[in-house]
């Protein structure tokens, strides 16, 4: 069964103090990685896809990264406007669906 | 328009009622799809149109729960017979194509009391 686990369920950090967020899959082939950011009360927003192990992109203070098990979502120096939760989910090859994993609820405190 | 409209915002139904939820996708995306999101929880799939296709409708949670896209733009997600259990925020996504980003509406926070 495919499924997606994040991990921490909640993270608090100070403004400026670098983390990462941890998405384990498994997928009965992979077609491609999704990292959302969900304010309250708002849809998710994409970020990024990865599709492949070894990718990785960037987008200001954020950056993900992928195996072939997990990926991670680096942030770097954040500002409390980066508090948000993160939701990382997956899509197999057969399909078009994207599972979600539970989020992160990341708050980043001045 | 310039991103995914779904109405309404917010709907608050009696145990039985029947709702419809809107969708508008932004307009030539080919993909058109539903979750339903818990509060704290990660939006779950329900179903999923290509144009007017309905691909894959296995995350409906019972014969309660309808969705069309009749000319392959606007959608509409009908629940018949509201239970208590049907509370959550309805999420509608449109994509140009399956392996690309979706973009999502803001939802439609329902409540059954």
């Known amino acids: 069964e495919d499924q997606v686990t994040q991990s921490p369920e909640a993270l608090r950090l100070q403004e400026g103090e670098s983390s990462s967020l941890n998405c384990s899959y498994t997928?009965?082939?992979?077609?491609?990685l999704f990292w959302y950011r969900q304010d309250p009360g708002k849809g998710p927003e994409f970020l990024f896809t990865?599709?492949?192990a070894g990718e990785e992109k960037e987008k200001e203070r954020l950056k993900a990264t992928l195996t072939k098990k997990e990926s991670f979502l680096h942030i770097t120096a954040p500002k409390p406007e980066d508090s948000a939760t993160y939701l990382c989910?997956?899509?197999?090859?057969?399909?078009?669906?994207?599972?979600f994993g539970q989020g992160t609820e990341l708050s980043v405190k001045p | 328009g310039a991103g995914v409209s779904q109405s309404p915002r917010y709907k608050v139904a009696k145990r039985g009622q029947d709702v419809a939820l809107r969708c508008d996708p932004i307009?030539?995306?080919?993909?058109l799809f539903w979750y339903q999101q818990a509060l704290g929880q990660g939006p779950e799939f329900l179903t999923y149109?290509?144009?007017?296709?309905?691909?894959?409708k296995s995350g409906l949670p019972s014969d309660r729960f309808f969705a069309e896209r009749p000319e392959g733009s606007v959608s509409t997600l009908k629940i018949q017979r509201t239970q208590q259990e049907d509370s959550a925020v309805y999420l509608c996504?449109?994509?140009?194509?399956?392996?690309?980003?979706?973009?999502f509406g803001s939802g439609t926070r329902l409540t059954v009391v």
């Open positions: 989910a997956v899509q197999a090859l057969k399909g078009g669906k994207l599972i």
């Open positions: 149109f290509q144009n007017e296709a309905q691909l894959d």
């Open positions: 996504a449109s994509s140009t194509r399956t392996d690309h980003g979706y973009t």
């Open positions: 990865l599709y492949s």
């Open positions: 997928v009965s082939g992979l077609r491609g």
């Open positions: 307009s030539g995306h080919v993909s």
